[in-house]
């Protein structure tokens, strides 16, 4: 699979995330092109060569074209155009949401604002040559570190709610809020980088000159792009609960009750294991694996059914095959296209019954 990262830790915008699309290897001529099925004018867009603090970066100029000031004209000319459906869709995505957080911030309603962020050509330029730039570079997942936002605009705040952020300057804006609902419309997951084995890297160059002009080291205003892949394991991953008790005081033919009644109700496993308890009590040990939504529900069933008084729960993360039925079999895939067979138990019981076949000799 084909990932970028974009590593925010020193601000993002739009056209910090076009620059460093281009200098990560998307061609200015088709992006160009790409973008004048927008039909806004006679616009130009340029890309330039700089260096912020030793780091070599692209820096995008946008001049000319239409001035749009109105959301409702925006999303005419995004109708009306020939861009792909998929393009469009994502780009309106992006900028409903810039849309939403200035029409909040200035309490007007949103058919009605006047929005100053995307009152220039400049953002419907970023946000659809975002969109289309992934999509030629054929990346098909975005990650992104958290946000470092500066000192944000107040649009900013309202977009970045419930994203991963952080600040470490409180004069200068770090993250536009162009950049922040781009980041936040592409982004499938905000944290550190994914493991991936990196073949392209970008930099795009904002406007701001935070370090003297030859202060290697220092974090200039560069927004950092790493394109790669990452090898599609045989296994799935997902996440789950386990909810456990310690009980030793409670008839052992409740268990067989309380296991099938969890099982019923969504648990994906449900296990008893032996232990000592206090005093030298023999106890058991009733775990419940399942998914956060059944959580409570399975609590109050061991609640309700068994004598305990307290269940821990803990989040755990699984590896699993990947499964299919075939009759009486599950079949599981591995890595070298070899493949685990197990039989599914209530039903050889069946077919043995019905066919008078020993059940050992059909297992």
Not at 67 to 96: A, D, H, W
Request: glycine residues 6%; positive net charge.
């Amino acid at each position: 699979m084909k990932i970028a990262y974009f590593d925010c830790s020193a601000g993002v915008s739009g056209d910090m995330i076009l620059s460093s699309l281009v200098d990560a290897g998307l061609s200015p001529k088709y992006l160009y092109n790409e973008l004048k099925k927008l039909s806004v004018g006679n616009f130009k867009l340029s890309f330039s060569d700089v260096e912020k603090s030793g780091i070599h970066a692209k820096y995008a100029r946008i001049t000319g074209g239409e001035q749009l000031k109105e959301f409702s004209k925006v999303k005419n000319i995004i109708s009306k155009s020939n861009l792909p459906k998929k393009i469009k869709q994502k780009g309106l995505e992006i900028y409903s949401k810039i849309a939403a957080a200035e029409s909040k911030v200035h309490a007007v309603n949103i058919k009605k604002v006047h929005f100053h962020e995307i009152s220039e050509l400049d953002t419907i330029i970023d946000v659809f040559g975002a969109v289309i730039g992934l999509d030629a570079l054929k990346i098909q997942k975005v990650y992104s570190s958290p946000l470092n936002l500066g000192r944000p605009a107040p649009a900013t705040v309202e977009i970045v709610k419930g994203l991963k952020i952080y600040s470490t300057d409180d004069k200068n804006e770090l993250t536009t809020p162009t950049g922040a609902a781009i980041i936040s419309a592409i982004s499938g997951k905000i944290g550190p980088i994914p493991e991936m084995v990196i073949e392209k890297t970008g930099f795009g160059a904002g406007t701001a000159d935070f370090c003297p002009k030859d202060s290697f080291g220092e974090k200039p205003n560069v927004l950092k792009l790493y394109i790669g892949s990452n090898k599609q394991n045989y296994f799935s991953k997902d996440e789950k609960i386990i909810l456990e008790t310690n009980i030793d005081d409670m008839d052992a033919r409740i268990y067989p009750y309380v296991m099938e009644k969890l099982l019923k109700n969504g648990a994906v496993d449900v296990w008893l294991s032996n232990i000592h308890s206090k005093k030298g009590r023999p106890g058991i040990i009733l775990t419940v694996l399942t998914d956060a939504k059944r959580e409570k529900k399975l609590a109050d069933i061991i609640f309700y059914e068994t004598t305990t008084l307290g269940i821990r729960r803990f989040p755990v993360s699984r590896r699993i095959l990947t499964r299919k039925k075939e009759k009486i079999n599950k079949i599981a895939k591995l890595d070298n296209r070899q493949q685990k067979k197990s039989v599914e138990f209530e039903k050889a019981v069946k077919i043995a019954a019905a066919k008078k076949i020993p059940l050992r000799e059909l297992l």
